[in-house]
């Protein structure tokens, strides 16, 4: 699994080297589909639309083991959305919480982390063999 995070309009897409018909949207994937998917963007989308679905804790850990025994090389590309303002509203903070922990486990199971800042890759975590 790798993981591209940053900032909206960081040209993470151009970073992964992918063609755009191999990547799918986060505002529009299954969640059964993500599970068979090449590249998932947008992937803070997919979150938010499944956000019920991952209040618990137990379901984030679930989720992720499926995901790295079902689809290993998944590229997940999502956007940076913790910093700054804290949102007014409960349901946003709770949706940024719950995205945040969920990009933390994908994290630590990922083999390589890069995050994308002013248009320049830093890479977290390299584990490629």
């Known amino acids: 699994m790798e993981v591209y995070i940053g900032g ?23 969640m059964e589909e993500i ?4 590249a998932v963007n947008h992937f803070h989308c997919f979150v938010q639309r499944y956000r019920k679905d991952f209040q618990e804790e137990e379901h984030m850990k679930d ?14 590309i999502g956007d940076e959305i913790g910093y700054g303002l804290v949102p007014l509203s409960k ?7 719950i995205y945040g ?21 830093q890479v977290i975590k390299d584990e490629r063999e």
Do not use: D, H, W
């Not at 599970?35 to 090449?38: D, I, P, V």
């Open 35 to 38: 599970f068979t998917a090449y």
């Open 8 to 30: 909206k309009g960081q040209k993470k897409v151009l970073y992964t080297g992918l063609k755009q018909e191999l990547i799918m949207e986060g505002s529009t994937i299954s």
């Open 101 to 121: 922990r969920m990009m933390c486990l994908i994290s630590q199971k990922a083999r390589k982390v890069t995050r994308i800042i002013c248009g320049i890759c």
């Open 63 to 76: 989720f992720v083991e499926k995901l790295v025994e079902e689809n290993p090389k998944v590229i997940i």
């Open 91 to 97: 349901e946003e903070r709770e949706y940024r919480e």
